[in-house]
């Protein structure tokens, strides 16, 4: 599966954005997206996940209440909404995929499809 991010931006902090993430293929309901970042000189770090069927989500501690994952499967779109932004937000944001239908992660080496990430870019 192909994957391509789009929709960051520069934004103040408190302000809201919704990046999105489209998977080439026709079985984009048989994988757990996940929603990564990575700010310069820093780790991959993850930030949330969702699976197959959009029911089960998992978020990392550093965004759980001020981000939501989504996903249409009819469009093969998987969604970040980000609320309450911080400068600490400021990062390249990457959407992978995991060949699987429930089994969430926060470990980026068990996603094998990742898409080219998308800069958030958050003033203080």
């Known amino acids: 599966v192909q994957l391509q991010a789009s929709g960051g931006g520069l934004v103040q902090a408190g302000d809201s954005v919704n990046v999105s993430c489209v998977a080439s293929g026709r079985t984009f309901v048989n994988y757990v997206m996940g929603w990564f970042r990575q700010a310069p000189g820093k780790e991959r770090e993850f930030v949330a996940a969702i699976t197959g069927n959009g029911y089960g989500t998992l978020y990392g501690d550093s965004v759980k209440g001020r981000f939501t994952i989504s996903r249409d499967n009819a469009k093969n779109t998987v969604y970040l909404q980000m609320n309450s932004l911080k400068p600490d937000d400021t990062a390249n944001y990457f959407c992978?995929?995991?060949?699987?239908?429930?089994?969430?992660?926060?470990?980026?080496?068990?996603?094998?499809?990742w898409g080219q990430g998308t800069q958030v870019t958050v003033s203080s």
């Open positions: 992978a995929g995991r060949r699987s239908y429930y089994s969430t992660s926060r470990d980026p080496t068990d996603y094998a499809y």
